[in-house]
């Protein structure tokens, strides 16, 4: 049983790997991208056109599972962080790399650099909360004004 979960968080840790991997290329860096806002886009077209469907739907899920309707709570956020976290990549490419040098400013560099990582997964996530509490918001709102 434990080997199990130990190899289902292998190839979760390689796939995070890949990925991660896949974004310092600009290329795939768009791809994830687009992908990424043409999803978060098709879920806000469904929460705008059928407000009262989603949250019924999402009244159902929650009654099933607790635990699931947790995880369909986390893709909005997950979407809208990694959305704000590929744009902030756009614009700061070298933002996870690290090069250290033996060079009297080093630990300057070094802390500049991890203050801007750290800023930017802030930011990030802030983008991912926002996505979360506006769709959620409309949602309520559009399904409430409705009945």
Not at 97 to 114: C, G, P, R
Request: hydrophobic share 50%.
């Amino acid at each position: 049983m434990w080997d199990d979960d130990t190899d289902k968080r292998e190839r979760l840790a390689n796939t995070v790997n890949n990925l991660l991997g896949d974004v310092s290329v600009r290329r795939k860096l768009l791809r994830l991208l687009y992908l990424c806002i043409g999803i978060n886009v098709l879920i806000w077209v469904s929460a705008l056109l059928f407000p009262a469907d989603l949250r019924d739907a999402f009244d159902r899920v929650h009654a099933v599972s607790d635990r699931l309707s947790k995880i369909v709570l986390v893709v909005p956020f997950v979407l809208g962080m990694s959305i704000s976290y590929f744009a902030f990549r756009l614009r700061f490419p070298d933002i996870e790399e690290q090069n250290l040098e033996a060079d009297v400013m080093a630990s300057y560099a070094y802390h500049s650099h991890s203050q801007k990582r750290w800023l930017v997964w802030l930011f990030s996530v802030i983008g991912g909360v926002a996505n979360l509490l506006l769709l959620v918001g409309t949602t309520l709102f559009l399904s409430s004004e409705g009945n």
